[in-house]
Structures are given as C-alpha cells and as structure tokens.
C-alpha cells in the first residue's frame, strides 16, 4: 500500500514539474522575451536597505543535541563536528529536550528518560517509557559510563562551532521527588561550575514542556510559574547577566492569552524569553498542504480551526500579550521546530524538506524570533517503545554513516543572514516568498522561494546602483541538487532565473 502511494506521490510531481508549456525552452531573445512576458512568470522583488526593521541575532541558527543519542562513537566515527562546521549552526541546545526532565548534570552516565533521583527499584526500567534509547546502559554502569556526550564535551563543541551553549535546567526532578532546595542547588552548582571553567554559558532553559502529559512532571500553569520563580531568583541573584528561558504553554494552548498573561506578570521580573514549540503542520504535512498556504499556518492536527493563523499572526498575538502584562522587553524563542511528521511527509524529499524548512525559518527571522534550533540533530530510538518512528529531519541523515543532507546545504546558505539587519522587501506575486537583510559592511543577502509549477525571471530591483559582485545558490525540487545560479546586473537591478518549487540565496558582496 506504502508503495503505491509513493508511486502516486512521484506522479503528482512530476506532472507538477513538466506542466503544459513548462517544455517549451526560449531559443531566442524574442522567444526569451515573449515566454516572460506572462505575469506569473515575471516577478519583481523590491529591495530597500535605508529601512531596516530589526536586526538578526548572531547566534539564531541552532541544532538541538541529545546527551544520550549524541554517543562519542557516533560523533567520532562519523566526523559529527566536522559536518556541523559546514552547516552555519550558531548555536547548540543540551541535554536535549525531555530529557532535560530526567537530566543531573554531574551524572551523564545516566540512560535518556530515566531520573537518578527516582527510588532505586525504579533504576533501569524507565516507568512509562521503557529502553526507549538505542544505547542503553545498566544501573551498575552509570557511573562509569562515559559514551554519552557530557557538559566538558558539549562546551568544547560550542567552541569549536564558535556557537552559543544553550543549557537545560531540570525543575521537574525537584519538583516530583519533593526536593526542590536540592534542585536549586544543582542548578547554582552548574552554574558556578560555567563560571570557575571560564565557559560562556549565557543562555538557560527552564526545563522542557513542563506542560506535556507525558513529561516527567505534568506542571499546572501555576505551579510551573512558582517553581521559575524560585529558581529564577536565586539564579538572577548570583548571575544576573545570564538569560532565563521559560517554555510555559504548548503552540496551541498559547492562544489561550489569560493564563499566558497571568504567568507573565508572576515571572517577568526573571524571565528573559518565551519558548514556543513549532512543529509545521503536524499530522497533516503534504506537499499540497504547504502549496496551499501561503503564508505558512500555524495549523496541526490537534489545534481548532478557529485558532489557526499565520506564524507572523500568533507571534504579533504574543507580543501583545508580553506588552499587555507589563514586559515588552521578553523575547521570542522556538527552543524546537521542524516540520511535523504525517504519513505523507514520509514521502518528502530532501530538496521539499530542506525548502519548506527555509520557509520556516524566513517566518521565524521575519518576525524577530532571536533563535531557532532544529530538532534533533540525532534521534535513534527503539521501534519496541516508539512503533512509529516519527521522521524528523535534520542536517544529516537520521542513520549512520550520517551524511550531510540537503537541510544542512541550505542552513550554510541561510547561515550568511546571522548578525545582519532586516530590510524592506516586498515580492510582485505571493507565491514568490522573500526576505532580505543587510550587513554593516553592505554586504546584503536576499532569500526567495518559489511555490509555483513555473520556471520565472525574477527581477531584483534596489534603491541604489549596484556595486559588487553577486552570486546565488539554489536547491530545487525539479534537479533535487544544490545549483549556482547566474546574476546579471544593470545599474539599480539584477535578474535571474528561478526554478519551480525552488529556494534561492542571493549574496551581493
């Protein structure tokens, strides 16, 4: 049955791709000039660099890592690190995400999901989840095991990377075990331990989905903000440059705005961002589905059509409500993203993958979310314990020998727009998605992305003459590859040549 559908999957697209006319290739400057000529094939791209709207983080590009999936044979068989250099990846979350739940820093022998602090008879069993991980150690060993990635070894693959660490502290082991002043303590300890080491740590989480019925701890709303409160202070008052993260509500229940509200007057004097889960279209994931909604949607299988918007839509509704609650200065965060597994994303490609990706990400730099970090970089788990295997694609592929994909391609040339400033571009068509941004030394770069069947002639125009070189990069649906692209230039404008369901990187040095 799976086959067959892959089978009509490759159909719909390759009639997509070699659509009535789509043959025709102009032989002449006339043909040239007569075959653009139809509007939907001609699209004006405006750039103005004088008005620039907010700048880029320089750390906005992030990867999350998982201590126990994250194994030193995996990243030293494999060149892990060497594959990340490439990528453009500005930053590294860890633990992880759940198991920052379970996680006691100065124990990483520990197996994923399983609490050091839980009764021992509960050691190796993992309540509720089982030998979830494909690595998985025995109690007597945990000790001693040294396989998984700890603190010392993350710190040295952020310096490598020159990304920014960004840490997870476990509230819910204190709050479950009724030892919250040990919790406390753990998490000072930590910190210290940043500070004695010389190692840059400004960024840490508060945990991970402490909302979730299947975490560690299931936090009501308002036990989650006494226990933020709690640790934030005693953290702030030791360390009161470092920022605190906190993940208080789900992409759904966040438009519920008077418990988010309430939470933000609670802890806003500590918190410094709102981390928000944005999993694309979750369960219901198709390539239709994304041609369909342009803007992309903040839509899953679980949220009410009501409650549906755009990504810009729901981050402005945020902003609205920090500002409503006394604390404009918050920032956004989405800790984890990617798009969301469905029976037929399965069926994507790495060149759909890594475009619809970039689109997330141009939503996510369009509204001044200051990271994003992917989910995962690796995830292997047991088919016993997880039957379904959700796909979550990443910058290399999900089994060994990890190789590079496509996502990681397109986070190298997404990367260029890190520490630049946002300008005013406006696209002719709305199928012709862009973003554009601005350097201090001039330097600009613009994204495009075409959700149209039809090859088109994309003219760049600018408010001031062109001085320099430009070079583009494009990964497309129809060649399934990374291609350069030609730029000709002409006083205040460029043109190129864009291809169908493609994602370009335009750079003028």
């Known amino acids: 049955m799976k086959f067959n559908c892959l089978i009509v999957v490759l159909m719909m697209t390759a009639s997509l791709l070699f659509a009535e006319g789509e043959v025709f290739e102009p032989t002449s400057k006339d043909n040239l000039e007569k075959f653009y000529s139809v509007p939907e094939r001609s699209v004006t791209v405006s750039v103005d660099e004088s008005v620039k709207l907010h700048s880029v983080s320089s ?44 996680f006691h820093w100065q124990s990483p022998g520990v197996n ?40 010392d070894e993350f710190m040295f693959a952020c310096k490598e990377l020159k990304a920014s660490p960004i840490v997870g502290l476990n509230l819910s082991s204190g709050k479950k075990y009724n030892r919250r002043k040990e919790g406390v303590q753990e998490a000072l300890r930590w910190l210290r331990y940043c500070r004695d080491k010389n190692y840059e740590v400004k960024y840490w989480f508060l945990d991970n989905e402490p909302w979730h019925f299947e975490a560690a701890h299931t936090f009501s709303l308002d036990e989650y903000a006494e226990e933020v409160l709690v640790y934030g202070k005693a953290i702030k008052k030791e360390f009161p440059n470092v920022k605190l993260i906190a993940n208080p509500m789900s992409s759904t229940t966040y438009n519920y705005r008077e418990g988010l509200q309430n939470f933000i007057n609670k802890t806003g004097d500590v918190i410094d961002y709102i ?41 402005s509704m945020l902003r609205e409500v920090f500002r409503d609650a006394g604390h404009p200065e918050i920032g956004l965060v989405a800790l984890e993203w990617n798009i969301g597994p469905s029976d037929w994303s399965q069926t994507f490609n790495q060149s759909l993958i ?58 190298r040339m997404f990367g260029a727009i ?63 590859v990374l291609n350069k692209q030609p730029v000709e230039i002409k006083g205040k404008e460029a043109s190129l040549y864009i291809e169908p369901y493609s994602f370009v990187a335009v750079h003028l040095k």
């Open 112 to 151: 994923g999901y399983e609490d050091l602090w839980a009764p021992e008879k509960q050691h190796g069993t993992s309540p509720g989840r089982g030998r979830f991980q494909v690595t998985w150690v025995a109690p007597s060993k945990w000790e001693t095991n040294k396989e998984f990635m700890n603190f």
């Open 418 to 480: 890190q520490g630049k400033s946002v300008c005013q571009s406006n696209s002719s068509r709305n199928d012709l998605r862009v973003l554009s941004a601005v350097g201090r030394d001039g330097e600009k770069v613009l994204f495009l992305i075409n959700k149209n069947t039809l090859r088109r002639q994309i003219k760049l125009a600018f408010k001031k003459k062109i001085d320099g070189v430009i070079c583009s990069e494009m990964i497309g649906l129809k060649h399934q």
């Open 59 to 102: 750390d906005f590009l992030g990867v999350n890592l998982s201590y126990f999936n994250d194994t030193d044979t995996i990243w030293k068989e494999h060149d892990i690190l060497d594959k990340l250099k490439k990528s453009g990846v500005k930053a590294l979350r860890y633990p992880g995400g759940e198991e920052t739940s379970f």
């Open 354 to 411: 890594a475009i619809i990706q970039a689109e997330l990400l141009m939503e996510f730099v369009s509204s001044d979310v200051h990271i994003a970090c992917l989910w995962p970089l690796i995830w292997q788990s047991n088919r016993e314990v997880w039957s379904e295997q959700d796909i979550f694609p990443t910058v290399i592929t999900r089994d060994p020998p990890f190789n590079p994909t496509l996502t990681l391609e397109m986070f």
């Open 275 to 315: 981390d928000v889960h944005w999993y694309w279209a979750w369960g219901l994931s198709s390539f239709d589905y994304w041609l369909e909604h342009t803007p992309l949607k903040t839509a899953d299988k679980w949220k009410k059509p009501e409650l549906v918007r755009s990504f810009a839509e729901d981050i």
